[in-house]
């Protein structure tokens, strides 16, 4: 197979292959690139791997532009990385490698063609295509990659297991390219992903998490979620997502099972939104379901108070995961802790200080947070599903009109603490929270409206039942002068 034709639509295969000819070496495009040449995938990053020194091809391949390219040297790892206008152009000799137990980092020593190929993770990552004259374009497959793109396989070159125990990374990596591709797992590979589970513990939580949030970005990510957890790999960095998973049952009372109920939500939002953290909101939003299950002979099984205890569970769970501990993870808390407010006004009777509490508390992530509690209706009765998006279209629309007239959205006090302290001559203290906080409240029950004018009537009214008068700045000004 011969993919002369493909290469020539890039002119940089053109200058390495010049370059390697210069040199005496011979050239190889490889990996990822040559995986999505075959499945009509974008690819802009780009590996070349040559038998030879991979530093010395890369020098030679950037003499050969009349502008500067950015060239990136990595003398300790032997490769190096040229920067084009559209994409990266990494370059490294055709190595081998050995590892030690306690590591996922190898021995590298010079190597083949065939031996750099046969190190690589899976049969679909271990194909090249030649940049030689002799055989320009022709496909180099020795692990038949081709076939299992066709059969959509996720299959390692080499014994699964002695690939997964050398570097377990390649555990998470199957099952991210298994839920970017839409593919499934070889039996044998799947088989040797449970049984290395355990081998995750010598990764880093940065790559784990790193490979966890390209599975989450893919259209259905639920298929990668059972994956991790059929093969015991969630167990071993996300265990509190794994204890969602079961149904217990007392007198005929069961729950449904919390592990594929968020799934299923996580899913449902993915259409609306490519936000990682608002999909990380839905697998995070019944999070503490497990803490604060309880069964009621009346009612059968509750939970309550599972929204608090998951907003306080999750800073600890994003430190742990290494996760950002920024206003990304703050956003993910307000929207578990916010998550079953909007339920809870898809009623006729629900009145507008409810609704203008709800835009206060979410504030700009109110259409995120509806986004939420729409994908988090997941009944299998398809009647009370769309009674419920129905009500919640309601909802939406109170709050819109609620939203045009009081402005609570972005609510901030209309009269300032710094304000209250000039009129009345006061030192920072509790009694200018308690006057502030008196105004929050009227504005937000629409007992005033949300404007400076009401508010500092309402603020006088305040002081004056706390004792408080305004200072006479004039009076002070004249005795200053006398």
């Given at each position: 197979?011969?993919f002369k034709?493909?290469?020539d639509?890039?002119?940089?295969?053109e200058?390495?292959a010049a370059?390697?000819?210069?040199?005496?070496?011979?050239?190889?495009?490889?990996?990822?690139f040559?995986?999505?040449l075959?499945l009509?995938?974008?690819?802009?990053?780009i590996?070349?791997?040559?038998?030879g020194?991979g530093?010395?091809?890369?020098?030679e391949?950037?003499?050969s532009?009349?502008?500067?390219v950015?060239?990136?040297?990595?003398?300790?790892f032997?490769?190096?990385m040229?920067?084009?206008?559209?994409?990266?152009?990494e370059?490294?000799?055709?190595?081998?490698?050995?590892?030690?137990l306690?590591?996922?980092?190898?021995?590298?020593e010079?190597?083949?063609?065939?031996?750099?190929l046969?190190?690589?993770?899976?049969t679909i990552?271990?194909?090249?295509?030649?940049?030689?004259?002799?055989?320009?374009?022709?496909?180099?497959?020795?692990f038949d990659?081709?076939?299992?793109?066709?059969r959509?396989?996720?299959k390692t070159?080499?014994e699964?297991g002695?690939?997964?125990?050398?570097d377990?990374?390649r555990?998470?990596?199957?099952?991210?390219?298994?839920?970017?591709?839409?593919?499934d797992?070889d039996?044998?590979?799947?088989?040797?992903?449970?049984e290395?589970?355990?081998?995750?513990?010598?990764?880093?939580?940065?790559?784990?998490?790193?490979?966890l949030?390209?599975?989450?970005?893919?259209?259905?990510?639920?298929?990668?979620?059972?994956?991790?957890?059929?093969?015991?790999?969630?167990?071993?960095?996300?265990?509190?997502m794994v204890?969602?998973?079961?149904?217990?049952?007392v007198?005929?009372?069961?729950?449904?099972?919390?592990?594929?109920?968020?799934?299923?939500?996580?899913?449902?939002v993915?259409?609306?939104?490519?936000?990682?953290?608002?999909?990380w909101?839905?697998?995070?939003?019944?999070?503490?379901?497990?803490?604060?299950?309880?069964?009621?002979p009346?009612v059968g099984?509750?939970?309550?108070?599972?929204?608090?205890?998951?907003?306080?569970?999750t800073?600890?769970?994003?430190?742990?995961?290494?996760l950002?501990?920024?206003?990304?993870?703050?956003y993910?808390?307000?929207?578990v802790?916010?998550?079953?407010?909007?339920?809870a006004?898809?009623k006729?009777?629900?009145t507008?200080?409810?609704?203008?509490?709800?835009l206060?508390?979410?504030?700009?992530?109110i259409?995120?947070?509806?986004?939420l509690?729409?994908?988090?209706?997941?009944?299998k009765?398809?009647?009370?599903?769309?009674?419920?998006?129905?009500?919640?279209?309601?909802?939406e629309e109170?709050?819109?009109e609620?939203?045009?007239?009081?402005?609570i959205?972005?609510?901030?006090?209309?009269?300032?603490?710094?304000?209250i302290?000039?009129?009345?001559g006061?030192?920072?203290s509790?009694?200018i929270?308690?006057?502030?906080?008196e105004?929050k409240?009227?504005?937000?029950?629409g007992?005033?409206?949300?404007?400076?004018?009401?508010?500092r009537?309402?603020?006088?009214?305040?002081?004056?039942?706390?004792?408080?008068?305004?200072?006479?700045h004039?009076?002070?000004?004249?005795?200053?002068?006398d």
């Open positions: 197979m011969n034709s493909r290469l639509e890039h002119y940089i295969f200058k390495v370059a390697g000819s210069r040199l005496g070496i011979d050239t190889y495009v490889v990996g990822g040559v995986r999505d075959i009509g995938r974008p690819s802009k990053d590996d070349i791997t040559c038998v020194s530093i010395s091809l890369a020098q391949v950037a003499k532009f009349d502008t500067h950015p060239l990136s040297v990595f003398k300790n032997g490769t190096a040229l920067k084009l206008d559209d994409g990266e152009l370059f490294v000799g055709a190595r081998r490698e050995s590892y030690r306690e590591s996922r980092k190898p021995i590298v010079d190597g083949t063609l065939e031996e750099d046969e190190r690589r993770d899976f990552n271990a194909m090249a295509i030649s940049l030689n004259g002799k055989d320009y374009g022709e496909l180099i497959d020795p990659g081709i076939g299992d793109i066709k959509k396989l996720i070159p080499l699964p002695i690939t997964f125990s050398d377990p990374l555990m998470m990596r199957a099952v991210r390219f298994a839920s970017q591709l839409n593919f797992i039996a044998d590979t799947f088989f040797a992903l449970a290395n589970a355990p081998r995750l513990q010598i990764i880093s939580a940065e790559r784990i998490i790193d490979e949030n390209k599975i989450i970005a893919t259209p259905k990510p639920s298929y990668g979620f059972k994956l991790l957890f059929a093969s015991k790999l969630l167990h071993e960095f996300f265990p509190e204890e969602l998973q079961g149904v217990d049952s007198d005929d009372k069961s729950h449904k099972d919390n592990f594929y109920h968020t799934l299923q939500v996580l899913d449902n993915c259409p609306f939104t490519d936000n990682l953290w608002l999909r909101a839905a697998i995070m939003h019944d999070i503490a379901k497990p803490a604060t299950k309880r069964f009621n009346k099984w509750t939970f309550h108070g599972h929204e608090d205890r998951g907003a306080r569970m800073p600890t769970i994003f430190r742990r995961l290494k950002p501990m920024d206003e990304r993870m703050k993910v808390q307000k929207l802790r916010l998550h079953l407010r909007p339920i006004l898809v006729e009777e629900v507008d200080s409810a609704l203008r509490r709800l206060f508390d979410a504030g700009d992530d259409d995120d947070l509806m986004k509690c729409r994908a988090d209706i997941t009944s009765n398809d009647k009370k599903v769309k009674r419920y998006l129905e009500n919640f279209a309601r909802v109170k709050l819109k609620v939203e045009g007239k009081d402005q959205r972005n609510f901030q006090p209309p009269v300032s603490g710094e304000e302290m000039g009129i009345f006061l030192s920072p509790k009694i929270g308690e006057i502030k906080e105004i409240e009227a504005i937000l029950e007992k005033i409206q949300n404007n400076p004018e009401a508010a009537k309402l603020m006088f009214d305040i002081a004056r039942d706390k004792g408080l008068a305004p200072v006479d004039n009076s002070n000004h004249q005795e200053n002068n």
